[in-house]
C-alpha cells in the first residue's frame, strides 16, 4: 500500500475551488515532484495533505490512515512535517532555539534527528546556531526551516518550493539534503517551478495545470515531453 494516497481531492479557497479532483500517490523512500505554474495547485495540494485548505471531495490517506477529520496538528504527530514556501521560521529565535520548537519524540518508522545530525546535514547552520533567524538569508532560513520540520522526526515531508529564492550554491546544497533524506528513507513530495532541481532529486512527476492533473509520470518520460513543458511549465521552469 502507498505511504501517501490522493483520490479525487476537491478543495476550495472560500468558494474558489483550487483543486479538482487531484489523484496522486507516493511510496516510501520516494520523492515526487509537483509540477506547474503559479497558481496551477501545487501549493494547495501540500496544504490539502497538511489540513491547511478546506476540502470538500475525496480522500487522503496516509499509512492507511484516513487523515480527512484530522486537524492539522494531529497529522503532524502522525508523522507528516511540512515546510511552507514562505519558511516561518521565528526571526527573534536562534537557529537552535527555532530547532528545539520543532522538536518531537521519535517514532518507530522514521529517522530520529537531532542537532549533531542537522549540522551534519546543513553543515552552514553550524556555524550559525547562535544567530537570530531574522539575520539568515534567504538560503540559510530555507535551510532551517527544513531542519526544524525534521525535528519533528517526520516520515513523510512536503516540501513547498524549496529552491526558491534562494543562491544557487544553496540550491545545490538543498538538492543533496533531499537526496540524503531519500536514503533515510522519507517519503518526499515537494512543489517546484524549478525543473532542474526537480530532475535532480525526483523519482516522479505529477503535472499540475488549473487545479488538475494535466500529466504524470517519470521523471525522465516528463523532462523529455518538450511540448508538454512548454504548455504547463513555461521554457523559463
Known amino acids: 500500500m502507498s505511504r501517501l494516497v490522493l483520490d479525487g481531492v476537491r478543495a476550495f479557497y472560500g468558494q474558489a475551488m483550487a483543486l479538482d479532483g487531484v489523484s496522486l500517490t507516493a511510496e516510501r523512500g520516494e520523492v515526487v515532484a509537483l509540477l506547474g505554474r503559479n497558481g496551477a495547485g501545487k501549493s494547495t495540494t501540500l496544504k490539502a495533505v497538511m489540513g491547511l485548505v478546506r476540502v470538500a471531495a475525496g480522500g487522503i490517506r496516509f499509512d492507511s490512515t484516513d487523515l480527512g477529520a484530522l486537524p492539522s496538528h494531529r497529522r503532524a504527530r502522525l508523522g507528516v512535517g511540512y515546510v511552507p514556501e514562505e519558511r516561518r521560521i521565528f526571526t527573534e529565535l536562534t537557529v537552535t532555539e527555532n530547532l528545539e520548537v520543532g ?5 518507530p518508522d522514521a529517522p530520529t534527528w537531532d542537532e549533531a545530525r542537522i549540522w551534519r546535514l546543513f553543515p552552514p547552520l553550524a556555524e550559525l546556531r547562535r544567530r537570530l533567524g531574522g539575520r539568515l538569508s534567504g538560503g540559510e532560513q530555507q535551510m532551517l526551516a527544513v ?35 531519500k536514503s533515510e528513507g522519507l517519503t518526499i513530495l515537494l512543489s517546484e517551478q524549478n525543473l532542474r532541481f526537480a530532475a535532480r532529486v525526483a523519482d516522479r512527476a505529477y503535472v499540475l495545470s ?7 509520470g517519470t521523471m525522465a518520460a516528463i523532462t523529455s515531453d518538450h511540448a508538454a513543458i512548454g504548455r504547463h511549465l513555461g521554457t523559463g521552469s
Open 210 to 216: 488549473q487545479g488538475r492533473i494535466a500529466a504524470d
Open 103 to 107: 522538536r518531537q519524540p521519535p517514532r
Open 147 to 181: 531542519a526544524r520540520t525534521l525535528m519533528g522526526n517526520p516520515s513523510l515531508l512536503l516540501l513547498d518550493e524549496p529552491s526558491e529564492g534562494i543562491a544557487p550554491i544553496l540550491v545545490a546544497a538543498m538538492a543533496d539534503a533531499v537526496l540524503a533524506l
